[in-house]
């Protein structure tokens, strides 16, 4: 019980980081492949969300804010808002990419949520104004290479229509 709360708690975390509401899912312009192994939360306020035993993979699409509109300036802006979310929260390098022609920025972080440690894998791709944000994320323990890979393959998947 207490897993399954922390992951309605994450999730409503990520759907509330931006400043507008996500766009509705009859806006939907990418597409992407879901590994073996994943189930669909047709129930989810997210673009996508996905879930496989306690990990859980969401997109949501938010309008970059004027103060934030570059994918540095977005990822800096994100991490403040994470900062004040999370007691604990300790970030790796971002990388920054392309994902299907567009700007993409890479960050990894770790949190105490509740006492729980998690990890999350996020890809930011950016256009037109908008954030499409791709998160993955698990309790710390269960981020194995499976997960990740998992996390690769729905990231390289990422196309717009």
């Given at each position: 019980?207490?897993?399954?709360?922390?992951?309605?708690?994450?999730?409503?975390?990520?759907?509330?980081?931006?400043?507008?509401p996500s766009l509705s899912a009859?806006?939907?312009?990418f597409s992407l492949i879901v590994p073996k192994g994943?189930?669909?939360?047709?129930?989810?306020?997210?673009?996508?969300?996905?879930?496989?035993?306690?990990?859980?993979?969401?997109?949501?699409?938010?309008?970059?804010?004027?103060?934030?509109?570059?994918?540095?300036?977005?990822?800096?802006?994100?991490?403040?808002?994470?900062?004040?979310?999370?007691?604990?929260?300790?970030?790796?390098?971002?990388?920054?990419?392309?994902?299907?022609?567009?700007?993409?920025?890479?960050?990894?972080?770790?949190?105490?949520?509740?006492?729980?440690?998690?990890?999350?894998?996020?890809?930011?791709?950016?256009?037109?104004?908008?954030?499409?944000?791709?998160?993955?994320?698990?309790?710390?323990?269960?981020?194995?290479?499976?997960?990740?890979?998992?996390?690769?393959?729905?990231?390289?998947?990422?196309?717009?229509?």
């Amino acid at each position: 019980m207490r897993r399954s709360g922390l992951l309605v708690v994450c999730t409503v975390f990520f759907l509330s980081l931006g400043l507008v509401p996500s766009l509705s899912a009859a806006s939907l312009d990418f597409s992407l492949i879901v590994p073996k192994g994943w189930t669909q939360r047709t129930q989810s306020k997210a673009l996508a969300q996905y879930k496989k035993g306690p990990g859980s993979f969401l997109v949501t699409a938010d309008t970059m804010p004027q103060t934030a509109n570059t994918p540095d300036g977005y990822v800096a802006f994100v991490k403040g808002q994470l900062g004040q979310a999370f007691k604990s929260v300790t970030y790796e390098p971002v990388v920054a990419g392309r994902t299907d022609g567009h700007d993409s920025r890479e960050l990894k972080y770790s949190a105490d949520a509740s006492g729980i440690k998690m990890k999350f894998d996020v890809l930011y791709v950016f256009k037109e104004g908008k954030a499409y944000t791709l998160t993955g994320g698990t309790m710390a323990d269960f981020f194995t290479p499976e997960f990740e890979a998992d996390l690769k393959a729905f990231f390289g998947s990422f196309k717009f229509k």
